[in-house]
Structures are given as structure tokens and as C-alpha cells.
């Protein structure tokens, strides 16, 4: 059963007045659903649309047009029922920063009617690793710290659907793992989570992905699916001196695209073939380039955003 359903939905904002007035599109027609105990993450880069999207389904924001239901009601007409129902992480920490933790967690918790006595077992793994700190103001916690608090706030009303833009930037490499596995038990409890996040090692943990851009969602399947869409031959160059040798590569007459990654670059040629490979790798060796290493590999959920966004500017 789909707990999340957008039709359509389109948004623009408007600046200036007369001559001045500018329209910049947010959303262009999304369209997407998100089942019962399932993990749906938007994948994008910042202008994207995903905030605006997030804003629009929790009802903070009205959309221009299309439609969208929340476990099954309308995101205009039963708003306040909505609200009841979802959970949210907006990308800022946004608690109070001046009150503590176990301050912050009665605030939230008296909005919606209950307690965190009355609630403490829907957060109680989360929030048993920040409860010894449960005195010490919101604002001075660390960034994994605050991620914890946020979360088990937006959990403590005991929300069907928990909405999460970009949780874990600016977090620690660990905290984000924990981040993530947390977000696995909750998906098992039966809970729908909406998610969007910059980094792809996350995006491979959901269950669907959805690559937006300029406001519009190109693709959309599993984590797998999405790497099958890159059907192009791919292979990772490494070098000693990895900056001039991305330069070298992008001059290539053989080369078609060359991004970094990490620690190689993922090459794709114009002629795919063992005669393209050799030239290539002649052409960097009269460029002067040392410890060159060439490998074929498998595509990522990146290598297939990073396709869409250089045939689109073609």
C-alpha cells in the first residue's frame, strides 16, 4: 500500500514586482509513490527541488499545482491531520538550541498531545545514547548529538510517515552508518520513510531512488535499476599526479567523459573497444603521466547522475 502518493506537483517562486517580477520553477510535474515500510530517496544537488518538495508534503507550503495524498488524505484539505501523522527533519537543526535536550523532547512531545513517558519506547534506542546529556543545552550537543535529538523529536508523536532532508550533512562518517541503521529498524517497524541526501553510499541503502534535477525527477527505480540505466562501457584511471591527468583526459580525442572519483577518475571513450583503450592510454603516456593504472568497472548511482547532467547541457 502506498503511504505517499504525488501527482504533478508543480511549484514556482516569484521575486520582484512589474518589469522586475522573476519566476524561477522549483518543481516541474513530480511524480512518485512510497509504499508501507519503505525507504524512498531523493537524490540531487542543491536547487534541485527537494526541499521545496518536503515543504509541500508536510504541508508548510501550499504547491501551484498536481496533487498528493499522506496515508491517504490530501495534503490541502487534511493538513492538520497530516501533521499528526508525519515526522520531520528539516536540513537544519532546528530545535531549540537554548533549551535542553530533555526540554526540547517535552516541548515536542506536549505539541502533539503526549509525553515522552507515555512515548519513551518509540525513541528509546535513539534517545538512550543522548539521555546521559539530557541536561546540556541543544546547542552545544555535537553534530551526530543533534541528529539523535531531531530524530527522536520528530518520532516522539509516533508518526506513520518521517520526512528526513538531508539528515546527515556536516555528520561523521560513523554517526551517519549509525544514522542509517537506525533508519533500517524503523523502515522493519512498518514506518515509510521519505529521505534526500547528497551521498550516494546512502542512496544505495533505499529501497527506490529518484534522481531529481532542475526540479524534475529523470529517473526512477531501484538502487540497481538505476546503475542498469548506465549501459556504456566504464572504466577507473589513477595516476601519481591525479589533477593534471583528469586534466589530460577531458583532451583526449578518444576520451567522451572523465570525472573524479574518489581516488581515480571514471572514464567513458568515444570508441569503447580494446583499440580505443590502448589509445588512450598511449595519448597519457606522451602526455608524461606516471603509475598509470586502467581498470574496467561497474557504474554507481553517481556515474549515472553524472551522465544525465552532461547530456543535458549538451
Known amino acids: 500500500m502506498d503511504r505517499i502518493i504525488v501527482d504533478q506537483i ?3 517562486y516569484s521575486t520582484g514586482k512589474g518589469k522586475k517580477l522573476v519566476e524561477t520553477p522549483a518543481l516541474r510535474g513530480i511524480s512518485f509513490s512510497c509504499a508501507e515500510g519503505e525507504i524512498f530517496g531523493l537524490i540531487g544537488p542543491d536547487g534541485a527541488g527537494k526541499t521545496s518538495l518536503f515543504r509541500i508534503l508536510t504541508t508548510l507550503i501550499l504547491p501551484d499545482g498536481g496533487q498528493a495524498t499522506m496515508d491517504g488524505l490530501d495534503i490541502i484539505r487534511d493538513y492538520k491531520e497530516i501533521r499528526k501523522r508525519v515526522g520531520y527533519m528539516p536540513g537544519r537543526f532546528s530545535l531549540y538550541q537554548d533549551l535542553t535536550v530533555e526540554e526540547n523532547m517535552n516541548l515536542f512531545a506536549s505539541i502533539f ?12 534506542e535513539i534517545y538512550q545514547q543522548i539521555e546521559p546529556f539530557k541536561h546540556r543545552r541543544a546547542g552545544q550537543l555535537s553534530g551526530g548529538m543533534k541528529q539523535k535529538l531531531a530524530l527522536s523529536c ?8 518521517l520526512l528526513l532532508d538531508e539528515p546527515t550533512t556536516g555528520v561523521d ?6 544514522f542509517w541503521d537506525m533508519l533500517d529498524r524503523l523502515k522493519a517497524q512498518g514506518l515509510t520513510i521519505l529521505v534526500s541526501t547528497p ?14 534535477q532542475d526540479g524534475q525527477l ?4 531501484t538502487p540497481q535499476g538505476i546503475c542498469d540505466e548506465f549501459t556504456a562501457p566504464l572504466w577507473a584511471a589513477a595516476g601519481d599526479e591525479m589533477y593534471p591527468l583528469l586534466k589530460d583526459l577531458r583532451r ?6 572523465a570525472f573524479a572519483f574518489g581516488d581515480s577518475h571514471h572514464v567513458t571513450l568515444k570508441n569503447p573497444t580494446p583499440e580505443g583503450e590502448k589509445a588512450v592510454r598511449e ?3 606522451q602526455s608524461g603521466h606516471t603509475g598509470i593504472t586502467w581498470k574496467r568497472i561497474s557504474p554507481t548511482i553517481e556515474d549515472r547522475f553524472m551522465a544525465f547532467t552532461t547530456e543535458a547541457h549538451v
Open 199 to 212: 551521498y550516494m553510499d546512502e542512496a544505495a541503502r533505499c529501497d527506490k531512488v529518484g534522481l531529481i
Open 113 to 124: 498531545h503526549t509525553t515522552v513517558k507515555e512515548n519513551y519506547h518509540l525513541v528509546k
Open 173 to 178: 562518517a560513523v554517526s551517519r552508518k549509525e
Open 154 to 161: 520528530a518520532l516522539i508523536h509516533q508518526p506513520r510517515m
Open 283 to 285: 595519448w597519457l603516456a
Open 10 to 12: 508543480t511549484k514556482t
Open 218 to 221: 529523470f529517473s526512477m527505480d
Open 252 to 257: 583526449s580525442p578518444d576520451v567522451q567523459t
